[in-house]
Structures are given as C-alpha cells and as structure tokens.
C-alpha cells in the first residue's frame, strides 16, 4: 500500500531525525515549507530551545516575488543572524523535504551568509 505525502515526509523525518542532533556548539538548522512560506530555525537538542528563526512571512515586500528569491533570503538573513549569537557551524536538517527547490535555495543562502554545514 502506498504512504501518502504527508506520511512518506513523515517517517523520513524520523529517519533523519535519529542521526541529526543539534548541541550547543552546532544547533540544527530545521527547515519547515508551506505552500506561500518557509521558515527556519536554530535548535539546541540538548536543552531544548530555539536559538534563532526566520521566515519569509514578516519580509514578504522587502524580500521579492518568488519562492525561491525568499527562501535564499530567510537562508542569508538566519545566517546572518546566527553569526551574531556566535553561532558558525549547524547540522542541516531537511525535515523530510527533499534537498531541492526552496530547501536547496534556503541551504545556499545560509552558507552564503557564512554558515558551515
């Protein structure tokens, strides 16, 4: 029997979720698309917060009118961001996306901003 969508990104997510941890030194960068956004934050596994986060919803008119212009610049704007908490190196974390379109865009954006994966 086939897996839905939802399912299939599901148990990839668990899958990848089992080896990515993110620590204190090197957070994990987790990506999350909807249909119009794409968010993305810096979490801390260890003790359970959220470092730093962006998205594409509160600078949509500064930003441009593609998806992918906005995902290049949450990726530009958390690295950004991230280096100024002293934050170098991150664990990329897909969240059961496949690496391409937006997610590959945001990854881009972000070691363009000087994030090391």
């Known amino acids: 029997m086939a897996f839905s969508r939802e399912d299939r990104r599901t148990r990839i997510k668990r899958r990848i979720r089992k080896k990515v941890k993110g620590t204190s030194d090197r957070p994990r960068l987790s990506v999350f698309r909807s249909n119009t956004s794409i968010y993305a934050q810096l979490i801390d ?64 954006g972000a070691r363009e901003g000087g994030l090391i994966f």
């Not at 500064?62 to 170098?88: C, D, H, Y």
């Open 45 to 108: 596994d260890t003790k359970g917060i959220t470092l730093v986060s962006s998205s594409s919803k509160l600078q949509v008119s500064e930003i441009g009118s593609t998806k992918l212009i906005q995902s290049r610049f949450v990726g530009l704007n958390i690295a950004k961001i991230a280096l100024e908490k002293g934050v170098k190196e991150v664990v990329f974390d897909r969240n059961g996306y496949l690496y391409h379109g937006r997610v590959k865009s945001l990854a881009e």
